[in-house]
């Protein structure tokens, strides 16, 4: 019981979508359903859907907003962390269990992110597959690629259209500019 008030009064997000009812096909439950829906969103200062798929931790859970998508258990995401739908192919990321995002990334569209990945902070994923045990650093962008079993994708990094075979290491591409006096 101690445990259950702890995590109401924290605004753990688990407890608050159980709060919301089922959406009925009568009007006075739509009406309750949009209301509890629209007061839990501002409670929790973040968008959240009522689906039984999402099974993962909010270390922080401010700003976050989520798809109906899948998301495994033990997967931790941090504050302002989106995982959204691509509105052109209306396509989800999937999430599998025990990942770890860092604060402000964004995973959009038709991603697939294996077990056990941790997302620096602040990275984009989009339209993406990454394979299980890849840890990609902050800052980083990929786009339309496959990443590997067991990877290190190091910060900054930006992939487009690429393959990264598994057991790999990338670093990102450094430009160093010259500057000569007139």
Known sequence: MKNLIYKILTLNPRVWLKIIPKKGNNAISRIVYHIMRSLTQIILSGEYPSSEKIKCKFSHHVGIVLAETEIGENTVLRQNTTI?????SNQVPKIGAGCDFGTNC?????????NNVTIGAGCNIAESKIEKNTKIGMGCTIVHSKVGKNCKIL?????????????????????NICVIAR
């Open 106 to 114: 964004n995973i959009i569209g038709k991603t697939e992110i294996a």
């Open 84 to 88: 959204g739908r691509n509105p052109k």
């Open 155 to 175: 910060s900054g990094v930006v992939l487009y259209k690429q393959e990264i075979p598994d057991n790999s290491i990338v670093n990102p591409v450094t430009s």
